[in-house]
């Protein structure tokens, strides 16, 4: 059976196309650092967005019309991994994610709920075998159920903690049957909204705790991908104990975790969390914490999760100067944590906005590679802090010098002159090269 049966193969055709259902930009085989374009950039399709979506949002049913609507239960879940399949196929993605509970029903009890999973899970081990697309991450839904209205790691009550181990403990048990190449701790609930009634020490010590735990048990099983942690900014709490990088990052350190996790940043989350999607890349780069990418974005005249598809040149070509930076996402990727808006309902609007999102990434990282073998920026930059390469500058970067000799240093300056940072001219410059990139 063919669910997208109007749509064939995506295949790249390049600039002057005028096939919609064509990348543009987007050549698998084009070569950037020595990779092509599919091993560096690592594309990867969320199972929950693009097949479970059903276009609801807080004040309106959901509108999306797809082919396997007529199913429900355990039909329904497996019509959408036959579905899911088709459409890595014909869009040629290597990977995708996804949460337990998209790819099946959970139950009323916990050895239900594994039952389903284990025979979802069994039909996707069996499409993997003969696929090239493969798993990025999986993780947990521990944020939709009642029992989650606290948290899951943080909650006040040890049942809803062990309940939580649980389903990470099936996670990674999934993970490592399916060779998944990642796993994130999507904390959705993990936070709190008033103090009046939250013990926030035990809260993070518990967080801490759970977070050890997890390693321990990927070790005894032998999982060996990647642990992420997506940090998550007002969704839906106010006091998120993961708000953003800086936070993320000075938690790992405090409890010891730091070398056992890196992060999963989104897009959206960071301009939720009063970011750019660039500053959380930087932020997790230079502290070699960068780990895979939710590529997606956000709508800045509201103030919530709308998880577009990227089509922001400006921010995509940005976020890959920090990813050609870090020499690529390592076992990451980006995945399309992205939705079609609730007025784009049929199933092929699912085909159109991937080509979008993969043309703007892929346009992103040729101006990007092209900016850093030009080295604009990192040219400017030295330039710009030159006056700590000599001198007093340098005796400072050296730990040579303290306050009693940069105080008789300063007695000693007739004037201070600043340099000007012309963020202006350097934006005149990133333009050019965009549109360059648009010309070919």
């Known amino acids: 059976m063919s669910y997208f049966e109007k749509v064939n193969q995506i295949k790249y055709e390049g600039p002057n196309s005028t096939n919609p259902y064509a990348f543009k930009y987007y050549n698998p085989e084009e070569q950037i650092n020595g990779k092509s374009m599919e091993e560096f950039l690592r594309f990867a399709v969320s199972y929950w967005h693009t ?6 949002d807080p004040f309106g049913q959901g509108t999306m019309v797809r082919p396997y609507d007529k199913f429900s239960g355990m039909d329904l879940a497996k019509a959408r991994v036959e579905a899911s399949f088709e459409f890595f196929e014909k869009m040629n993605v290597p990977f995708f994610c996804f949460h337990d509970f998209d790819v099946a029903p959970e139950a009323d009890t916990l050895k239900e709920t594994y ?11 069996e499409y993997l ?10 993780t947990a839904n521990m944020f939709s159920h009642p029992r989650w209205l606290s948290g899951a790691a943080t909650s006040p009550n040890a049942d809803v903690f062990a309940y939580a181990a649980a389903k990470v403990k099936k996670g990674l048990e999934i993970g ?75 938690f790992l350190q405090s409890y010891g975790l730091k070398d056992h996790f890196k992060f999963n940043i989104e897009a959206n989350h960071a301009t939720l969390a009063g970011h750019t999607f660039e500053h959380e890349l930087h932020v997790a780069r230079i502290n070699g914490m960068l780990g895979s990418v939710d590529a997606n974005q956000g709508d800045p005249l509201l103030g919530w999760d709308t998880d577009e598809f990227p089509t922001d040149l400006y921010s995509t070509t940005l976020a890959m100067y920090e990813i050609i930076k870090n020499d690529g996402l390592g076992s990451g990727g980006l995945n399309f944590d992205a939705k079609v808006r609730r007025g784009s ?7 159109l906005a991937h080509i979008a999102g993969m043309d703007s990434f892929a346009v992103g990282t040729k101006v990007a590679q092209k900016m850093i073998d030009d080295k604009v920026l990192e040219d400017f930059v030295a330039d710009r802090y ?4 000599e001198g ?3 005796e400072i970067v050296e730990g040579k010098t303290d306050f009693k000799k940069l105080e008789q240093y300063a007695l000693g300056l ?27």
């Open 386 to 389: 030159r006056s700590y390469t």
């Open 51 to 56: 097949f479970t979506g059903e276009g609801s």
């Open 345 to 351: 309902f049929d199933p092929e609007d699912l085909f």
């Open 115 to 125: 039952k389903n999973l284990d025979e979802i899970v069994a039909m996707i081990k």
């Open 129 to 138: 075998k003969t696929s090239k697309t493969k798993l990025l991450w999986n």
């Open 414 to 440: 007739d004037r201070i002159t600043n340099k000007s940072g012309r963020q202006e001219n350097l934006k005149m410059i990133l333009n050019q090269y965009l549109l360059d990139a648009y010309r070919g």
């Open 176 to 250: 490592k049957e399916l060779g998944s190449e990642n796993y994130v701790f999507w904390g959705g609930r993990e936070g709190y909204e008033t103090l009046l009634n939250t013990d926030m020490k035990l809260e993070l010590d518990n967080l801490a705790r759970f977070f050890h735990m997890a390693k321990d048990y990927a070790n005894e099983i032998g999982f060996t991908g990647q642990f992420l942690i997506e940090p998550k900014p007002k969704e839906p709490t106010k006091h998120q104990y993961d708000f953003d990088v800086a936070t993320g990052l000075a």
């Open 392 to 394: 007093i500058g340098l």
